[in-house]
């Protein structure tokens, strides 16, 4: 018995030695992008006897899949997630600090850290990050009588245009996400930073229920007779695809519509989002995913150590200026200044920056999440006034923060 004990002790030791040398990493999507390959075997080379292990998960399995292993107390060292579940995991005790020095956070563009930050600290590590900016089929313009060299700056703006394109060709003047998805949210949040309004303050207080928000409402209100119709059956991707095959005349999309664009014929054109009454400059919802370290998986400094390598500038950067992925870069560099002077499109997507706002952090983000989309359905439907919708969602939200 006590030699049988004495095997079993030194399995577990040999089995616990091997796991301190693997970092396990719940990578979300379809396959592994070349890049992050390329980099995994650069970083496994310098790190002798440590292997990285990622395990591809369709994105709609990969984020519940990460929590459902950490609360079952076998967790992964690493995953990729939507930085809006990192207060949840926080709270929940399911991952650890990854804090950023002042260096850090001086290099990335303004707010992106916000995504990031909880009570203060970090819990994760910028991996991808999008912005939106308006985009405008100048042939359509044109057909409608309209300067193709002329796109709107403002809402008020944006709907005439819309209207007149419409009314004058017949074809959409405006594509409008409104689907029971999660970027019919982050469609309309775009509005919200593009009129200076927010939707939880840094106290906790929910902020949904003002005037800039209730602006950026009637606005959605007054632009749905002249968008697709039935916007309720239609996500941005499906919008974006109306767009690239000449049916509907502007759109808010990120670098990704760019990259497709080019294959097609359309004569287009990018710029800033258009503005709100109270906007105090450009913006757009700044959305991040990011690298969670998860707690208990004995590799956690490790883990946080190939984490900032694999999202370190330079391969960042090789990673996030490949185009058809639809991301803005993270971090401003004389790279990324490179690529802006050799493709201008890239120029409205990171100018949107300056005034753009975070994803709400809350405790349960779906609730919420939830709670927004019926909201934008409800006034774009026409069954509820935006001020009866909005401070009905402002309620609801209290519970989920």
Same mark, same amino acid.
Request: charged residues 25%; proline residues 6%.
């Given at each position: 018995?006590?030699?049988?004990?004495?095997?079993? !002790?030194?399995? !577990?030791?040999?089995?616990?030695?091997?796991?301190?040398?693997?970092?396990?990493?719940? @990578?979300?999507?379809?396959?592994? #992008?070349?890049?992050?390959?390329?980099?995994?075997?650069?970083?496994?080379?310098? =790190?002798?006897?440590?292997?990285?292990?990622?395990?591809?998960?369709?994105?709609?399995?990969?984020?519940?899949?990460?929590?459902?292993l950490a609360a079952a107390g &076998?967790?992964?060292?690493?995953? @990729?997630?939507?930085?809006?579940?990192?207060?949840?995991?926080?709270? =929940?005790?399911?991952?650890?600090?990854?804090?950023?020095?002042?260096?850090?956070?001086?290099? @990335?563009?303004?707010?992106?850290? #916000?995504?990031?930050?909880?009570?203060?600290?970090?819990?994760?590590?910028?991996?991808? %990050?999008?912005?939106?900016?308006?985009?405008?089929?100048?042939?359509?313009?044109? $057909?409608?009588?309209?300067?193709?060299?002329?796109?709107?700056?403002?809402?008020?703006?944006?709907?005439?245009?819309?209207?007149?394109?419409?009314?004058?060709?017949?074809?959409?003047?405006?594509?409008?996400?409104?689907? !029971?998805? #999660? =970027?019919?949210?982050?469609?309309?949040?775009?509005?919200?930073?593009?009129?200076?309004?927010?939707?939880?303050?840094?106290?906790?207080?929910?902020?949904?229920?003002?005037?800039?928000?209730?602006?950026?409402?009637?606005? @959605?209100?007054?632009?749905?007779?002249?968008?697709?119709?039935?916007?309720?059956?239609?996500?941005?991707?499906?919008?974006?695809?109306? /767009?690239? #095959?000449?049916?509907?005349?502007?759109?808010?999309?990120?670098?990704?519509?760019?990259?497709?664009?080019?294959?097609?014929?359309?004569?287009?054109?990018? &710029?800033?989002?258009?503005?709100?009454?109270?906007?105090?400059?450009?913006?757009?919802?700044?959305i991040t995913d990011s690298l969670?370290?998860?707690?208990?998986?004995?590799?956690?400094? +490790?883990?946080?150590? /190939?984490?900032?390598?694999? !999202?370190?500038?330079?391969?960042?950067?090789?990673?996030?200026?490949?185009?058809?992925?639809?991301?803005?870069?993270?971090?401003?560099? +004389?790279?990324?200044?490179?690529?802006?002077?050799?493709?201008?499109?890239?120029?409205?997507?990171?100018?949107?920056?300056?005034?753009?706002?975070?994803?709400?952090? %809350?405790?349960?983000? +779906?609730? %919420? $999440?939830?709670?927004?989309?019926?909201?934008?359905?409800?006034?774009?439907?026409?069954?509820?006034?935006?001020?009866?919708?909005? +401070?009905?969602?402002?309620?609801?939200?209290?519970? %989920?923060?």
């Open positions: 018995m006590a030699l049988a004990l004495l095997g079993s !002790t030194a399995l !577990t030791a040999v089995t616990a030695h091997a796991a301190d040398k693997e970092i396990s990493w719940i @990578y979300c999507g379809d396959t592994i #992008d070349p890049v992050h390959t390329k980099y995994i075997k650069q970083w496994e080379e310098k =790190n002798a006897g440590w292997k990285v292990t990622p395990e591809v998960v369709g994105w709609a399995q990969c984020q519940d899949k990460a929590t459902t &076998t967790p992964v060292a690493m995953a @990729y997630v939507g930085s809006r579940t990192l207060k949840e995991f926080a709270q =929940n005790d399911l991952i650890v600090k990854v804090p950023m020095t002042d260096e850090e956070k001086k290099a @990335y563009y303004p707010h992106i850290v #916000d995504t990031v930050t909880f009570e203060g600290t970090q819990w994760g590590v910028p991996i991808a %990050f999008s912005t939106k900016a308006l985009y405008w089929n100048k042939d359509l313009f044109k $057909q409608a009588g309209l300067d193709p060299e002329k796109p709107p700056k403002t809402w008020a703006e944006e709907i005439e245009m819309a209207k007149t394109i419409k009314e004058k060709t017949g074809i959409p003047g405006f594509g409008l996400s409104a689907k !029971t998805f #999660d =970027n019919t949210m982050h469609q309309f949040m775009h509005w919200v930073y593009t009129n200076n309004g927010s939707v939880i303050d840094a106290d906790g207080k929910i902020t949904l229920d003002s005037p800039q928000i209730l602006a950026a409402l009637k606005a @959605y209100k007054d632009i749905v007779p002249y968008s697709e119709e039935g916007p309720t059956a239609y996500e941005q991707n499906e919008v974006r695809a109306i /767009f690239l #095959d000449g049916k509907v005349a502007m759109i808010q999309a990120g670098s990704g519509a760019a990259s497709r664009l080019k294959e097609t014929k359309i004569s287009w054109g990018i &710029t800033t989002l258009p503005l709100g009454p109270d906007a105090k400059g450009p913006g757009t919802l700044l969670a370290i998860f707690k208990g998986s004995g590799v956690e400094d +490790k883990a946080t150590e /190939f984490a900032k390598f694999i !999202t370190s500038p330079d391969v960042q950067a090789e990673y996030e200026l490949q185009g058809g992925a639809g991301l803005t870069p993270l971090r401003p560099s +004389k790279k990324v200044d490179e690529f802006v002077a050799k493709d201008p499109y890239w120029k409205p997507l990171i100018e949107g920056i300056s005034y753009g706002g975070p994803e709400p952090l %809350f405790t349960d983000y +779906k609730g %919420f $999440q939830n709670s927004m989309i019926e909201m934008i359905q409800s006034v774009v439907t026409g069954k509820a006034e935006p001020e009866a919708a909005l +401070k009905k969602a402002a309620g609801e939200i209290e519970a %989920f923060k």
